[in-house]
């Protein structure tokens, strides 16, 4: 089996970086035009804790959780504080990795792992999360 990646796995790997981006934007605008660059138009997210569509529902979750978080969110490359803590695993249109969030001067408090579906053009259909690890609720 060879190792090598292919376009399917380079072109999933490229969405999946644009995805992690926008958890980190911070600017409404640029958010928008990166969500537009990862999503199709009626994408899906879910996880355990929030759900939306589109790219509209997509921006309004994402600054939601950057506002109940200040400082949770940076788009600088170096200080990103939702991060891909694994390689993009992808076959079929499918792709999974994982990732962790904390502040950025911090520890990462929330890991999970997320399953994304693909469209043919190489835009996120839909992510499905798993939190792995999270404070407990008070």
Known sequence: ????????????????EAYVATWNETDAGRRQVGIARAWEATGRYRDPL??????????????????RFPGFACPER??????RT???????????????LGPAAGPAIVEGIDFCALSP??????????IDRMPASS
């Open 1 to 16: 089996m060879s190792t090598q990646p292919t376009a399917a796995s380079t072109a999933a790997a490229d969405t999946v």
């Open 86 to 100: 694994s390689a993009v695993d992808c076959h079929n249109d499918c792709a999974r990795f994982a990732w962790s």
């Open 50 to 67: 929030m759900a939306s569509d589109g790219h509209a529902g997509i921006d309004a979750m994402l600054a939601g959780v950057q506002a």
């Open 78 to 83: 170096s200080r990103r504080v939702l991060k």
């Open 121 to 130: 053009e190489g835009r996120l259909v839909s992510v499905v999360g798993f």
